[in-house]
Nanobody
Framework: VQLQASGGGLVQPGGSLRLPCVASGLSFDEYAIGWFRQAPGKEREFVTTITWTGGNTYYTDSVKGRFTISRDVAKNTVNLEMNSLKPEDTAVYYC???????????????????WGQGTQVTVSS
């Protein structure tokens, strides 16, 4: 199984980015796909996840209304659309796949079996 995250870069505050996560070696309809991020000197934190049916999405409070996660099953890709970016969104963003999650705690890292290599997002003027 491989997860390939990309799309990171430098963007000004208020700008937008889209991060695709392409999966190989697994079927999207059997996994929940999530995004986490880690800023310098901080612990990795949950951002969002989408369930294997694609019907349920979960977001951490700080990104609600600004970030959107979606799936393209035909392309085995999960996209993270990030709008109204803030300097505090600066981090390395990772995508991860979970065979099962407790939907009451979707951001628990131990649920996620596979992790991508990360892509850097920097929000700065």
């Amino acid at each position: 199984v491989q997860l390939q995250a990309s799309g990171g870069g430098l963007v000004q505050p208020g700008g937008s980015l889209r991060l695709p996560c392409v999966a190989s070696g697994l079927s999207f309809d059997e996994y929940a796909i999530g995004w986490f991020r880690q800023a310098p000197g901080k612990e990795r934190e949950f951002v969002t996840t989408i369930t294997w049916t694609g019907g349920n999405t979960y977001y951490t409070d700080s990104v609600k209304g600004r970030f959107t996660i979606s799936r393209d099953v035909a392309k085995n890709t999960v996209n993270l659309e990030m709008n109204s970016l803030k300097p505090e969104d600066t981090a390395v963003y990772y995508c991860a796949a979970a065979r099962w999650i407790n939907t009451a705690r979707p951001g628990t890292p131990s649920y996620y079996d596979y992790w991508g290599q990360g892509t850097q997002v920097t929000v700065s003027s």
